[in-house]
């Protein structure tokens, strides 16, 4: 005959977060042992990949684990992928470029035209002589 289980906890229905297995104890009994649900690792903001050097977790675990299991040390760790960090960095840069290009031809046009440099006025030794004397 089938050994009966009886359950460990109050909650009775059959919930997500109520899952049981059956094990066998050393000492030949069976046993409900509760399942927790499967952690998670975080996603990237951007393209929704599982996000690499942090560990899988429960949200209620998360603030018992220290920072560097949660986090990677980068700019947006535990935010965004290395991969769209350095796409947005990149995007940033060139458009701070395009700012500095478009104000540089707003002064290039604004300037007019340089004109030709005339020749440099000769002068003789004898006016300078001249004006010294007097």
Do not use: W
């Not at 009966?4 to 009775?12: H, I, K, M």
């Not at 599982?50 to 535990?78: A, H, Y």
């Not at 035209?113 to 020749?119: G, R």
């Amino acid at each position: 005959m089938v050994q009966r289980l009886t359950l460990r906890r109050r909650l009775s229905y059959n919930t997500k977060s109520n899952k049981r297995r059956i094990v066998r104890t050393p000492g030949g009994r069976l046993v409900y042992h509760y399942v927790k649900k499967r952690r998670t690792l975080p996603k990237c903001g951007q393209c929704k990949k599982d996000l690499q050097g942090i560990k899988p977790s429960r949200p209620c675990e998360r603030p018992r684990m220290s920072r560097r299991l949660k986090t990677v040390t980068r700019t947006f760790g535990g935010v965004l992928c290395h991969r769209c960090l350095r796409e947005r960095i990149i995007r940033a840069f060139l458009i701070d470029e395009q700012k500095v290009v478009k104000v540089l031809r707003a002064q290039q046009q604004a300037k007019p035209a340089p004109k030709p440099a005339k020749a440099p006025k000769t002068t003789s030794k004898s006016t300078k002589g001249a004006a010294k004397s007097k």
